[in-house]
């Protein structure tokens, strides 16, 4: 099925007043703070006061292309694109598309038909769920027919969801217009090389009009349809993220330079993910075994090209039926069977009202930082330190200890409290019982870590993450997150200067490999 079946019109796509928007990105990518000051940093943290109005109101309710917002709304996927035209060394093929996604699970696959019904039974159910992304498990471009259809479907039937695609990038300026007539205001390209040798590491080949081209020939053809697809899309007023796997020894360093050439074309955010990789997944990199970075070493980079433009740091590389806030999955709730049986009532107003209390909350929440921020005024210290939270979002220290699917981690200055990333670990509590190599792992997680702070935590573990030299905090339990966070770092800071402990720095961390545990 071509585009205008569809009903789209090849060329009629942009929005009022795209060329001040471009100016705005433009403008707005020159910024070079670093975050962490009163006000939202440039980059995903950014927020309302920090970025131009027609952006903020494409972002703030996108739980990628803002921090911020991440802790509010939730994203679901649906599996429609099964087929792909590329082959990475990440990834496996029974398993999701690794760009946008982690091997190790596979989804249940979806027609256009299951999937609008599947978003508008999450919908109904889940209020803060804003945006549906098409994100594989093969390359949402290479299955053009279905993933427009359901793009087509879900425009009519829920119009209040932002639409959102993933794209390894191949096909894509074949397909502008089209996303452009859909008003798809978000789209991720996975981008892991501007260099064709450095391509030809990555990519053993490509399929593109009915040949298949190997080596750097294959990979020079994917970098220069990826480029020429993101200019196309910015030119048009679309927000695009570029993803980037890191993968130490074959592009760490050179993300550096495709950061840059990202930034040139217009790219409004850039996430670069953690190689995952083992052997059990089967991926060429797995038996090859070729490693993922460490925490130490992501960050590293990520802080490296901070100042070049706007970097997400809170991507859960989330698979290609994900549902639900971006630390949680609940997609077991939404299972084919399940939702053919459920009677939906798409309620649009009362998603309205649920959306409007968040952002009284939102509110409430940055009024809380910035109070607490003014306490801090005037003090002076290089000492630059990580926290880890327990949370189930809403930006509250919310979660116990032990019911932990991962940490939030925050880097706390001066400047106050900003969010650098998550560690996702094993559950330590499984029905109550600690388990100490559960235990060691969530340390080995955390090991950067000065504090973490959860809303209740036992005794066990409290003294083992002493003795890690991680201090356990429970005495913000079910408050906002950045206001505790710099309200400790206080304390700290007033005890170092006073003698009573001595700052030192803590070691590194470990990427977790391998897929989520889907524990209830
Ligand atoms: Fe999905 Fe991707 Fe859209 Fe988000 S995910 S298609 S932009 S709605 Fe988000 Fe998941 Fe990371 Fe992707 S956390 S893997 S960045
Ligand atoms: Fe796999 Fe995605 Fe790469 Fe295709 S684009 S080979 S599905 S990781």
Not at 240 to 263: F, Q, T
Not at 396 to 425: D, M, P
Request: charged share 25%; aromatic share 6%; hydrophobic share 35%.
């Amino acid at each position: 099925m071509d585009t205008q079946e569809l009903g789209v019109a090849s060329g009629e796509a942009s929005s009022p007043g795209l060329e001040g928007i471009m100016q705005q990105i433009a403008e707005h990518k020159g910024c070079g703070t670093s975050g962490g000051s009163g006000k939202a940093s440039c980059g995903s943290g950014a927020g309302e006061g920090d970025l131009p109005t027609e952006i903020w109101e494409k972002v703030k309710n996108h739980p990628c292309y803002s921090e911020e917002a991440h802790h509010h709304y939730a994203r679901m996927h649906v599996a429609v694109a099964p087929a792909c035209n590329i082959q990475c060394n990440y990834c496996n093929r029974k398993y999701d598309c690794a760009n946008e996604s982690r091997p190790g699970v596979v989804s249940e696959k979806l027609s256009p038909e299951q999937a609008a019904k599947k978003v508008l039974a999450v919908a109904s159910t889940i209020p803060q769920m804003t945006v549906l992304g098409i994100a594989g498990p093969g390359d949402p471009l290479a299955n053009p027919e279905k993933t427009f259809k359901t793009f087509d479907l879900i425009s009519r039937t829920a119009p209040d969801i932002k639409l959102c695609l993933s794209t390894n990038g191949l096909a894509l300026p074949d397909h502008v217009d089209t996303i452009a007539g859909f008003n798809v205001d978000h789209v991720t390209i996975t981008i892991n090389m501007i260099d064709p040798e450095i391509g030809a590491r990555i990519y053993p080949w490509v399929f593109w009009k009915h040949k298949r081209y190997t080596g750097v020939e294959a990979a020079k053809l994917l970098t220069d349809r990826q480029l020429q697809g993101l200019e196309m899309l910015t030119e048009r007023g679309i927000l695009c993220k570029v993803n980037s796997v890191m993968i130490p020894g074959i592009n760490d360093r050179h993300l550096i330079e495709v950061n840059k050439a990202v930034k040139s074309r217009g790219a409004f955010l850039h996430n670069i993910m953690p190689l995952i990789s083992s052997p059990e997944h089967g991926t060429v990199f797995g038996l090859t075994g070729q490693r993922g970075p460490s925490a130490q070493e992501l960050k590293a980079l990520q802080d490296s090209c901070e100042g070049e433009m706007n970097m997400m740091r809170h991507c859960r590389q989330c698979r290609a039926d994900a549902v639900g806030l971006l630390g949680e999955d609940r997609s077991a709730e939404f299972t084919t069977d399940k939702i053919m049986a459920m009677e939906v009532d798409y309620d649009l107003e009362g998603r309205k009202a649920y959306q409007e209390k968040v952002e009284e909350e939102r509110v409430a929440k940055v009024a809380a930082k910035q109070e607490e921020l003014a306490t801090l005024a005037g003090a002076s210290s290089d000492i630059q330190l990580l926290i880890a939270v327990a949370t189930k979002g809403s930006g509250l220290i919310n979660e116990h200890f032990g019911h932990a699917k991962e940490f939030q981690v925050y880097e706390l200055t001066t400047k106050g409290a900003k969010f650098v990333g998550h560690r996702r670990v094993d559950l330590y509590c499984q029905g109550g019982y600690g388990d100490e190599d559960s235990l060691e792992t969530v340390i080995r997680a955390i090991n950067d870590c000065h504090a973490v702070f959860v809303a209740k935590i036992g005794g066990c573990p409290k003294n083992d993450l002493l003795k890690a030299g991680i201090e356990p905090v429970d005495q913000y339990a079910h408050e906002f997150i950045e206001k505790s966070a710099i309200a400790w770092f206080k304390a700290y800071l007033d005890k170092v200067n006073s003698g009573e402990i001595e700052h030192v720095q803590r070691g590194d961390a470990e990427i977790r490999q391998g897929a989520l545990i889907n524990a209830a």
